[in-house]
């Protein structure tokens, strides 16, 4: 299935060249998303020596993927974090995360249109049980010095509010590529030296050489902006990683729509809304059917998504479809910083990174620049207790793997390879050896190793997005075996055995 996002889709594409050869910098930043983008401007504006490597295109991984929205609170709400950090870690993150927000809006007036506006998040029960939820929240908000007011009612064609509606005034959206695109044009014109498709292939953190197909880097300090660190990290094993799908819905210009505003419909459907604009085509983006990677039926999601917003919005064309992953901070909060590795790692933003982001980028360049900020206290990626944390996730990873392995084996382990069908995919065993193996639209047949090579777990079909993810730490792979994000430096071995070669076993 084709994905794209309505913001890549409408956006204008950046064009910055592949790294060629050997450099040298003082700050390299992998990963050119917000945070990388950010960090990159903040640093060339101050004279430091800057090159950026993403692997793709800027914007290409969750930004442009994400639902663009700025807010002082956190998806999971405020009442998680007051309950386990306390009123003034609460206090401090709205603050930090209104800062932020404040950053990006003035960032816009120097920046062409990105679409920012500020509005208010409007968020309501879907039943009369998750009223509870909603009227907590609004303490908790209240006691972290949000802008929190209490409404009765949610604009058309809105679902309908059951009791009271919260509404957090002055947040703020944007067109999420636009930004980032704008933003490393930005960087660029202070210095930065930005790449796409320069995926770093190998990193040495201690000695600050970052190696891709076609160059080098050798850096006094690396940044990770790469969503979730690369290689083996000890908050990999602290995070839950989860999908989440995305539909823009093509809307008549003249219909009354809801207007400018981040709309968090809670309960068991989840719905995340917003409206959008393109040129002179106008769109309702609708976002929800939360997953863990890889234990899920990717089409089933974003199919019971487009049934959703049908149902609530009517039978309206679905021009954009996405999907995008989030990783958790295993206690509510972000881990950014330098970590053990040597390099500063920013993640664990959850869904609400387009904020986070900014603040890790802003925190990371005060460190950097020499003026170390008090909140990167809260958000240190060495936090948590390690070591015991750290082995109840990995039993629990391991059991979704051993079941994992258990359903392909019972359900799919005589399936030969010969019998696959354009479009089809099976883990299969050939020759004492799990295989994960597809057949594209075109007759090709790819056959991968099944075993992930960042940490040895089992990969998984993802049928909206053609590709095997792992379900233990995020990696995602292409059929051929390719990364295409996650944890994983190198990719699935690829499997051109001799019963491969034939197209049977
Ligand atoms: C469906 C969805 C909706 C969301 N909506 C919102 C929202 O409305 N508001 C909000 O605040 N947050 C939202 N989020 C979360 C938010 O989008 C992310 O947390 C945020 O975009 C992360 O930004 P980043 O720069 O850290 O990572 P990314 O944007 O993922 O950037 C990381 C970059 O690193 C690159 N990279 C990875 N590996 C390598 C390598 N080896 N070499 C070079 N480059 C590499 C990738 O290609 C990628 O471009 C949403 C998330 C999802 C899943
Ligand atoms: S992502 Fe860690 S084992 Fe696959």
Known sequence: MDTLSVWRGTAQSTGFAMLDGEVAADVLIVGGGITGVTLAVLLAEQGREVVLLEAGEIGGGTTGHSTGNLYETVGNGMQEITSRWGAEVALHVVQERRTAIDFVQSRCQKLPDVGFRRCDLVQWAQATGDQGYIDK??????????????????????????GDVLVLRNQAQFQPQAYVAAMARMAAEHGAKLHEHSRVLELDTKKGRAVTASGAVQAKEVVMATHTPKGIHLVHTEMPVHREYAIALEMDPGAAG??????????????????????????????????????????????????????????????????????RGADALPYIGRNASGCFVATGFSTDGLTWGTVAARLIAAELLGHKAAFADHVRPNRLSPVKGAKNIIEENVTVVKQLVKDYLTG???????????GDSAIVDVEGETLAAYRAPGGELFAVSSVCPHMGCKVHWNSVETSWDCPC????????????????????????????????T
């Open 137 to 162: 929240e609004i303490q908790a908000l209240e006691a972290a010095g949000a802008r929190v007011e209490r409404s009765t009612s949610v604009p058309a064609p809105l679902p309908v509010a059951l």
């Open 258 to 327: 809801p207007g400018a505003g981040i709309f968090w419909w809670h309960g068991s459907e989840g719905l995340s809304m917003r409206t959008t604009q393109a040129g002179d085509r106008h769109f309702l983006v609708v976002a929800g059917q939360e997953h863990k990677v890889g234990i899920h039926n990717a089409k089933a999601g974003l199919l019971a998504l487009e049934n959703a917003a049908h149902k609530h919005f009517g039978d309206r064309p679905v021009a954009y479809r996405w999907s995008a992953q989030n990783y």
């Open 412 to 422: 799919r382990q005589d399936e030969k390879l010969s019998e696959l069908k354009p």
């Open 473 to 504: 730490h995020g990696s995602r792979f292409r059929p051929d075996g390719t990364v295409i994000e996650g944890p994983a430096l190198s990719p699935l071995k690829r499997k051109d055995t001799p019963p491969l070669a034939g197209g049977a």
